[in-house]
């Protein structure tokens, strides 16, 4: 009688493993191929011939997030900060991502803030680490998160918080086809969780997305 060995990978492993198993462009090119017959349509049709490569070409971008270290990405950061101890807030952050359940993108904006201690990281850092978990799949509330926890481990402020506007494609456009809704979701952590007048400011600079927008 076989025996088999269910390995789970850890966390750190999983870009490892997506490497190692990672399909030839001509096969993911494929899969496209499939799908648009799934749809309906004739891949060999004029109009679709080079719709699979384009696709593919399109994923790149949309999960090059998978490629980048967000920790590497904030690792430079300007440990002088003169003093400085005021909140610093970067709002209306605009980004792109797709839902991990119907791979429907999901649009909206980012406010992020910190406290700083210490250090502080360049403004275009702030939006490049948005991005590098938006060009994943995803739910909001897990990116939401994700982005809150990277800045507290990689800066170690005195607080930070991160609210996230957007719309899902599936649910304006399929499903119940709720046009016009937002979802919010917020992350509060060190001092914007403790300190209600904290949080108010930093709600109250980004415009107040929602009155619940301030637990967590
Ligand atoms: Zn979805």
């Known amino acids: 009688m076989k ?4 390995v789970k990978a850890a966390p750190r492993d999983v870009k490892a493993l997506a490497a190692s198993t990672k ?17 309906g349509d004739d891949p060999d049709r004029e109009g679709l011939l080079g719709t699979p490569e384009r696709v593919v070409r399109a994923y ?5 997030g998978y490629d980048v270290d967000p920790v590497d990405l904030l ?30 993108a999901i649009i909206g904006k980012a406010h992020i803030a910190y406290l700083p201690e210490r250090r ?6 702030l939006a490049r680490l948005i991005e590098v978990y938006a060009k994943r799949l995803q739910i909001q509330e897990k990116m ?13 402020p005195k607080g930070v918080a991160v609210v996230i506007e957007a719309a899902h494609q599936c649910m304006t456009t399929r499903g ?3 046009a016009g809704v937002t979802m919010v979701t917020s992350r509060m952590l060190g001092a914007f969780r403790d300190d209600a007048s904290t949080r108010r400011e930093f709600l109250s600079i980004i415009g107040n997305p929602t ?6």
């Not at 950061?77 to 791979?103: A, K, N, P, Q």
């Open 3 to 6: 025996t088999s060995t269910v």
């Open 23 to 39: 399909p030839s462009r001509q096969e993911a090119q494929a899969a496209i191929r499939t799908l648009l017959r799934w749809a």
């Open 60 to 64: 790149e971008e949309w999960f090059g």
């Open 75 to 104: 690792q430079r950061t300007f440990e002088e900060t003169e003093g400085y101890d005021e909140m610093v807030v970067l709002r209306d952050i605009r980004f792109e991502s797709h839902c991990e359940h119907h791979m429907a």
């Open 120 to 125: 502080v990281v360049g403004i275009s850092k």
């Open 144 to 156: 939401t998160a994700q982005i809150a926890n990277t800045l507290n481990d990689v800066l170690q």
């Open 176 to 178: 119940v086809h709720k």
């Open 211 to 216: 009155s619940s927008a301030g637990g967590d």
